[in-house]
């Protein structure tokens, strides 16, 4: 039986309950106090290498935004550095991975990468980590050359939102409807006059699926606007600032009609996850505590989900779909 103390709601969570395997998602959310919880937990930061290219360039723009608030300098040769940490966080793997497999529970250090591939014993393709070393290049650039940058640079950094470090995991939470706990992790964001502005770093293609999702996160976002800087929707600008190409600047709020969508879809997705668990009580910090069992959320074993899975390693339905007859 495993256990949750923080049934709350975000974005990648309804994405991985609506998209994912059931298994899969018990493994992220109940894993506590089940037997595999260490193994569940050290398997959690397994990735890939387009995730840690992401991971980089969000990074380095935190660095380029750190550095310009304390010093008023931009960062010398973003690009060339954010390619730097990305072959450094690549070269640790296998040794991470090593450590991982041989050491059941072993946690990995934090701001590590360990990759799924070298954990699993899949060969990491050298193309595709040339390819993320170009995305990496190209997102740096097009993020130090653009009106986005500038545009930024020339507010009073005061205005500014916190700065973030490598290994700062958290997000902002708010109660949604007074007792539901909602996640969002903003990118950056300042208060200028009465309008709120909230940028979200993308180094991937604005594909249309890319678009539609991207858009009730900025619906997501614009909900913490309003409810926790007390902002009316129509005060409240963001941008998906795709990286990928040069991009322009392009504020604009997010249209009542998708914000009440957004809302909808979080209480009738968070009210769909709750009617699996059972309500057991409440922690010391009045945290009210569900009881998951591991048999409803039944695996679904398909052969490429499978085989790019974090918790193959616990799941023998998984292993067998993983066990592709092109391998023999
Ligand atoms: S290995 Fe497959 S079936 Fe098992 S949790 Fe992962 S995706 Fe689901």
């Given at each position: 039986?495993?256990?949750?103390?923080?049934?709350?709601?975000?974005?990648?969570?309804?994405?991985?309950?609506?998209?994912?395997?059931?298994?899969?998602?018990?493994?992220?959310?109940?894993?506590?106090?089940?037997?595999?919880?260490?193994?569940?937990?050290?398997?959690?930061?397994?990735?890939?290498?387009?995730?840690?290219?992401?991971?980089?360039?969000?990074?380095?723009?935190?660095?380029?935004?750190?550095?310009?608030?304390?010093?008023?300098?931009?960062?010398?040769?973003?690009?060339?550095?954010?390619?730097?940490?990305?072959?450094?966080?690549?070269?640790?793997?296998?040794?991470i991975?090593?450590?991982?497999?041989?050491?059941?529970?072993?946690?990995?250090?934090?701001?590590?990468?360990?990759?799924?591939?070298?954990?699993?014993?899949?060969?990491?393709?050298?193309?595709?980590?040339?390819?993320?070393?170009?995305?990496?290049?190209?997102?740096?650039?097009?993020?130090?050359?653009s009106?986005?940058?500038?545009?930024?640079?020339?507010?009073?950094?005061?205005?500014?939102?916190?700065?973030?470090?490598?290994?700062?995991?958290?997000?902002?939470?708010?109660?949604?409807?007074?007792?539901?706990?909602?996640?969002a992790?903003?990118?950056?964001?300042?208060?200028?006059?009465?309008?709120?502005?909230?940028?979200?770093?993308?180094?991937?293609?604005?594909?249309?699926?890319?678009?539609?999702?991207a858009?009730?996160?900025?619906a997501?976002?614009?909900?913490?606007?309003?409810?926790?800087?007390?902002?009316?929707?129509?005060?409240?600008?963001?941008?998906?600032?795709?990286?990928?190409?040069?991009?322009?600047?392009?504020?604009?709020?997010?249209?009542?009609?998708?914000?009440?969508?957004?809302?909808?879809?979080?209480?009738?997705?968070?009210?769909?996850e709750?009617?699996?668990?059972?309500?057991?009580?409440?922690?010391?910090?009045?945290?009210?505590?569900?009881?998951?069992?591991?048999e409803?959320f039944?695996?679904?074993?398909?052969?490429?989900?499978?085989?790019?899975?974090?918790?193959?390693i616990?799941?023998?339905p998984?292993?067998?779909?993983?066990q592709?007859?092109?391998?023999?």
């Amino acid at each position: 039986m495993g256990f949750t103390s923080y049934l709350s709601w975000s974005y990648s969570r309804a994405k991985m309950y609506k998209e994912g395997c059931p298994r899969m998602f018990f493994f992220e959310y109940y894993k506590e106090g089940e037997d595999f919880e260490n193994d569940a937990r050290m398997l959690k930061s397994l990735t890939f290498p387009k995730m840690v290219a992401g991971t980089v360039v969000d990074w380095s723009i935190n660095q380029a935004i750190k550095t310009f608030k304390e010093s008023g300098e931009s960062m010398y040769d973003l690009p060339f550095r954010g390619v730097k940490t990305f072959r450094r966080l690549i070269e640790r793997s296998p040794e991470i991975c090593r450590g991982m497999r041989t050491d059941g529970g072993y946690q990995p250090p934090r701001e590590s990468q360990p990759l799924h591939g070298h954990f699993y014993g899949i060969p990491v393709d050298d193309g595709e980590l040339e390819g993320c070393e170009q995305r990496i290049s190209n997102a740096l650039f097009n993020f130090e050359s653009s009106e986005v940058w500038e545009n930024i640079k020339d507010v009073p950094t005061e205005k500014w939102s916190r700065t973030k470090t490598n290994s700062d995991i958290n997000a902002e939470k708010w109660h949604f409807k007074d007792d539901l706990l909602v996640w969002a992790s903003l990118d950056f964001w300042y208060r200028d006059e009465d309008r709120l502005y909230i940028f979200d770093w993308k180094s991937g293609m604005p594909t249309e699926k890319a678009k539609a999702d991207a858009l009730l996160q900025m619906a997501i976002y614009t909900l913490w606007g309003r409810d926790c800087q007390q902002l009316p929707v129509e005060k409240i600008s963001t941008q998906v600032v795709y990286l990928s190409e040069q991009p322009v600047w392009e504020p604009s709020f997010v249209p009542a009609a998708v914000v009440r969508i957004a809302e909808d879809t979080i209480i009738s997705q968070y009210e769909y996850e709750k009617r699996k668990l059972r309500w057991v009580g409440q922690d010391r910090r009045d945290n009210d505590i569900y009881e998951a069992n591991l048999e409803d959320f039944e695996p679904r074993p398909e052969l490429v989900r499978c085989l790019n899975c974090k918790y193959r390693i616990l799941c023998p339905p998984g292993q067998l779909a993983a066990q592709d007859p092109r391998n023999d």
